[in-house]
């Protein structure tokens, strides 16, 4: 034990592997076929999360303002790939404007937290700006997802609705504006889901990282607050930005719908 914290070996970390044999062995039990991206997601969060481990380190070191924001550059990046994958549109372009959309709004939270909310001297301190940052862009990762694949899905489910609205006279903003509404909310709810029941149901990683590292509890807490309400925040702002930009490519000259049916 060191500096408030027990400090886990190597030995413990390999035992910790148990948890994804199980894991595995459930879905070989019942056929589920997810053994691949069982091993395939361990050994990318060894080898990102060590990674991620080292830069820190050497980032703690340099205090150098440019290298921290290209990091979370690169990070957000990385989010917006991640965020392409899993939606798997393949008529519309919308790796670039999902990019966009989260290299502002994540930036412009995480700058608000750590220089207005927690002060840090500097504001890009990075052991504050990484690891905020960094919730930032995970939560508000997932919200981009669902709004994406909502804004994709009801597009083509309810594509004669929208050609009617089209065929009427109605601009794409107006045969689509239930369709934005609603995957903005599909958005919005998880992270609104996760306020409802934070300390009751769970205790988030950034407090209980910090209380195992010895922390006052009721500074934990604090810190916690201000994580639930900036990653809804972000939530909210990158899921509006990059549904505005994604819908108006879902349309062609003469408002032309371009979302096919697969």
């Given amino acids: 034990m060191a500096s408030g914290y027990i400090a886990i070996e190597w030995w413990q970390l390999c035992f910790a592997l148990g948890f994804v044999l199980l894991s595995g062995a459930v879905s070989v039990w019942y056929g589920l076929r997810l ?6 997601g361990t050994v990318r969060t060894f080898v990102q999360l060590m990674a991620m481990g080292y830069i820190l380190r050497l980032l703690f070191g340099l205090q150098n303002a440019v290298a921290v924001l290209c990091i979370y550059v690169v990070m957000t990046w990385f989010a917006s790939r991640i965020v392409r994958d899993r939606v798997g549109e393949t008529g519309v372009s ?4 999902t990019f966009l959309s989260a290299s502002f709004s994540f930036m412009l939270v995480t700058m608000l937290v750590t220089a207005v909310i927690v002060q840090a001297s500097p504001w890009w301190d990075p052991r504050y700006f990484i690891p905020i940052g960094g919730m930032v862009a995970g939560n508000s990762m997932n919200a981009l997802a669902i709004s994406l694949d909502r804004l994709f899905t009801e ?9 009617m609205r089209l065929c009427l006279g109605a601009d794409y903003e107006e045969a689509s504006r239930d369709i934005f509404r609603d995957a903005l909310k599909s958005g ?5 889901n996760s306020m409802m029941g934070v300390g009751i149901v769970s205790l988030p990683g950034m407090m209980t990282g910090q209380i195992l590292a010895g922390a006052d509890p009721a500074e934990a807490v604090r810190y916690q607050i201000v994580v639930m309400l900036m990653i809804v925040a972000a939530t909210a702002l990158s899921s509006f930005l990059v549904l ?4 108006r490519r879902c349309f062609g000259t003469g408002h032309r719908l371009l979302v096919r049916y697969r």
Avoid: T
């Fill in 244 to 247: 505005r930009l994604v819908r």
């Fill in 35 to 40: 053994e691949r991206d069982l091993a395939w």
């Fill in 94 to 97: 919308y790796f670039g404007p």
């Fill in 188 to 192: 919005m709810v998880p992270s609104i």
């Fill in 155 to 163: 597009l083509r489910l309810r594509r004669s609705e929208v050609e």
